[in-house]
């Protein structure tokens, strides 16, 4: 009889597991748990029919199992040598075809629109082996990016190499890129080195805050680099939809690089960092502390959005969220943002001025 009353108590658990272990204190939880199981094992259920048997087994089996919430670890590809170009980002070459990337690193996660008409298509693993690939009409490579540890190249360039060996090995970066009849200067001072080879732009980034060394890389087809007419893409709602949503996967990319938990993407944050962009966008300012004197947190407060800790980046100008993010990384405040630990929200808002400028707000957060 004893064995039936708590079978029966078992079959309870089995069912409403999830409630009954939220409203009862983990001591009882045990203690239910040992005397059921020394009860099962001094049980002989060879003298019961069998398939009651085969029920009670599987009750057994099933009941008491805790659930492992660690993240499974995703191991790192072994990076090959080029064998066309110079670069590949996680052994994957420009002219690759798309079924042969997809073979390597499965379906994409995301896909949006970017500044060259196309779509980013991010891979990745929970942020772990992160890459964004581009295509052209052909599903054949035309862009890559990366930040994390995936370069590999026919020099001795890798991730984290320091930029005096990048120079030695690729030669003088280009200072100018031609777009039609136009020729569009690159700033003097800039944390990025741009250099033309294998009929492609390589875009390698550095990170000052660990002297200097390669942080990322974006690699562009001349011909997809042509597609894009001016220095800066004709607004869209695509593309600033596009420009959060790549922002938000590279700070979580670069979180993940870090040690860092991904951040959870958030609408309702999303909306209010879009109306402080939209804002800035059109009143010609750029600053945290809007045209009525309201700070990031009155802006979140208005919204009726609710935490014990926020923060909220700025950035404006660059061509793309790749150019923002890393910017951003090498401001002291911003990187500190992009990597703090209490945040666990992200919402992302992009507007565009009347000359297709982008205005990028960042908003983190800890819902209370």
């Known amino acids: 009889m004893r064995f039936f009353i708590l079978l029966l108590i078992g079959i309870l658990f089995y069912n409403f597991w999830p409630n009954i272990e939220e409203k009862l204190g983990i001591d009882l939880v045990d203690t239910l748990k ?3 199981n020394a009860v099962k094992d ?65 379906a994409p996660i995301r896909s949006s629109v970017n500044e060259y008409g196309t779509d980013w298509y991010a891979y990745h693993h929970n942020y772990h082996n992160f890459i964004m690939v581009s295509y052209n009409e052909k599903n054949e490579v035309a862009g890559i990016y990366t930040n994390q540890d995936l370069i590999s190249s026919t020099t001795s360039i890798a991730h984290g190499t320091p930029k005096e060996i990048v120079l030695q090995q690729l030669g003088n970066p280009v200072d100018k890129i031609q777009k039609g009849m136009v020729f569009y200067q690159l700033p003097e001072e800039r944390d990025y080195d741009l250099f033309q080879i294998d009929n492609s732009y390589v875009t390698i980034f550095y990170d000052k805050h660990k002297t200097n060394t390669v942080t990322a890389i974006q690699i562009i087809s001349e011909r997809l680099e042509k597609q894009r007419n001016d220095f800066y893409s004709v607004a869209s709602e695509e593309l600033k939809a596009g420009f959060e949503y790549q922002m938000f996967d590279l700070t979580n990319a670069t979180r993940v690089e870090f040690g860092l938990s991904a951040l959870e ?27 009525a004197g309201e700070s990031p947190f009155d802006r979140m407060m208005n919204d009726d959005i609710h ?62």
Request: glycine letters at 6%.
């Open 42 to 106: 001094n049980t002989d259920l060879s003298t019961l029919p069998e398939s009651l048997e085969d029920d009670i087994n599987s009750l057994f089996k099933g009941s008491f199992i805790e659930e492992d919430n660690q993240e499974q670890s995703v191991e790192a590809p072994i990076l090959e040598t080029p064998a066309k170009q110079t670069f590949s980002i996680a052994n994957i070459e420009l002219g690759e075809t798309k079924s042969k990337v997809e073979e390597e690193h499965g």
């Open 34 to 36: 040992t005397e059921f």
């Open 307 to 368: 935490f014990s800790v926020a923060g909220e980046n700025l950035a404006y100008g660059q061509t793309s969220s790749v150019f923002a993010h890393e910017g951003l990384m090498n401001s002291l405040g911003h990187r500190e943002n992009i990597l703090k630990s209490d945040f666990k929200q992200l919402g992302v808002g992009v507007a565009f001025n009347s000359e297709s400028h982008p205005y990028y707000t960042q908003k983190y957060y800890t819902k209370r």
């Open 265 to 291: 993407w958030d609408d309702q944050v999303r909306e209010t960092a879009r109306k402080h962009s939209s804002d800035m966008a059109s009143n010609n300012y750029f600053s945290h502390t809007n045209l």
